[in-house]
């Protein structure tokens, strides 16, 4: 970070004002030091950080840029719906179309809720499933990540052991181990709490074993418990469904949220008739959970969804990507590591425990207009081009190169000294 930037200076004037200067997922305290804190404005497949300078974005916001950052159609959705209405005292007719829209989309869903953030859509999942089994334990994948309020976050800070009480971790893809899980809850199972895929932060990314998905299924229909998938973060990126549809596995109810209404805030729980009244029967809302705007923005995503490549697109991207990588690590002698689906990849360096490789290269990279995340996945966008990808492949071969010289590259990573302590 250079000393007189003007992302310094107001770093420097949130310390005073923001706990900790910037808190949450999106905090920079754990990536390298020249990445910026603060950005300006985005565009496409582009952000410019508060000192002007372009990034093509890999992180496309942790997520919710699916079409590209300002998409014309999408906004002018949202804008026109501003000018009639946004948050009123009852909700618009979008509402229902929004929710026939997402049932028609989503092969196991029967209805949908709508709510703000990825979290109240899990925490709504959670009080569904206990109310339609009367019961309470979950069972959870290891690492898994299924929002920040407390029964779910991994930090202890304000937590207590009540907030996450009755859980039951497995191991990710371990039959054994979900079915030792289910086995350890007896007659109080509420609900298997699956991620789509194993996409922890700091490890390598796993696709879900198609077994592992199936025997979940089975142990809910065999137990009266509620399966959910949280389609939060992978939703969209992977199917045009939920996306242990590509296992042939439905849910009873999946969790939805940042990439579909394309950047606007709207999140939305989707289940199966299975559960629709026990769903009626919770208490959930938000004073701005009916913003109608949000869901004319997610209105105009999902028909781009449906009658567009835009999947198609990403993933033939990420292949020449992932491909291109492979290639330009190889000949500079680099040990690259990519895994998830080629629309989220995750790159990691053999041999890194303390990511002070991945950080190097990262840090080459941004140097060259690239933004890219050294330990969680990103993202791939439909506003990406093939020439896009080219640049990519460009700058990483010059990262590659750069990244011998570069002595932090052997230097212990102060900053992610915790992985390997
Ligand atoms: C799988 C998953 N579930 C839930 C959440 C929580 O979403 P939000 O941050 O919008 O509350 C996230 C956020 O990253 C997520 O990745």
Partial sequence: MRANSRDRQWRDRAEAVIPGG?????????LPDDYPQFFARAKGARLWDADGQELLDF????????????DAEIDAAYIEQLRHGDTLTGPTPLMVELAERFVALVSHADWAMFCKNGGDATQMAVMIA????????LVMARGAYHGANPWCQTRTAGVTPGDKAHQIL?????VASLEAAVAQAGDDLAAVFAAPLKHDAFIDQALPDPAYARRARELCDATGAVLVVDDVRAGLRVARDCSWSKVGVAPDLSSWGKCIANGHPISALLGSDKVRKAASSVYATGSFWFQAAPMAAALATLHRVRHSDYLEHIEALGARLREGLDARATAAGFKLKQSGPSTMPLFLFEDDPDIRLGFAWCSQMLARGVYLHPWHNMFLCAAMTTADIDETLDAAEGAFEAVRHDPSATTPNARLAFLVA
Avoid: E, I, V, W
């Avoid at 910037?22 to 754990?30: A, D, E, F, K, V």
């Avoid at 206990?130 to 334990?137: G, N």
């Avoid at 497995?170 to 371990?174: E, L, P, R, V």
């Fill in 22 to 30: 910037m808190y949450g997922h999106q905090s920079t305290r754990l």
């Fill in 59 to 70: 992180m496309c916001a942790y997520g919710p840029n699916l079409m590209g950052y300002g």
């Fill in 130 to 137: 206990r109310a339609h089994t009367r019961r309470k334990t």
């Fill in 170 to 174: 497995c191991d990710y893809n371990d």
